[in-house]
């Protein structure tokens, strides 16, 4: 069972920046795509970005440029750095993982930006 934990939201102005950071459980050598995801109050959870195993980034065009995404395996986390944050950023951002066949999901961490 994996369990993933993220940390690092919080509030700042539009502009500004935060890093968040997912730990996992497990060995991420066992672990292979992982991804950001953000839901906004009443929509969908979206993705945001992914990082496969060997690194290889996915950013979606609507963060592309302010946002980038790492994995680091010797300290078994992900992080989403965050830049140039605007007020349509806000929302929950969940950590996933992908082992096996199975998906896992942290509990969220919440980014609010404000004008």
């Known amino acids: 069972q994996v369990q993933l934990v993220e940390s690092g939201g919080g509030s700042v102005q539009a502009g500004g920046s935060l890093r968040l950071s997912c730990a996992v459980s497990?060995?991420?050598?066992?672990?292979?795509?992982m991804a950001w995801y953000r839901q906004a109050p009443g929509m969908q959870r979206q993705l945001v970005a992914s990082i496969t195993r060997s690194s290889r980034t996915n950013i979606v065009e609507s963060v592309r440029g302010r946002f980038t995404v790492s994995r680091d395996t010797g300290k078994n986390t992900m992080d989403l750095h965050m830049n140039s944050l605007r007020v349509d950023d806000s929302g929950i951002y969940y950590c996933k993982a992908i082992s096996g066949n199975t998906d896992y999901w942290g509990q969220g961490t919440q980014v609010t930006v404000s004008s």
């Open positions: 497990e060995s991420m050598m066992e672990i292979g795509i």
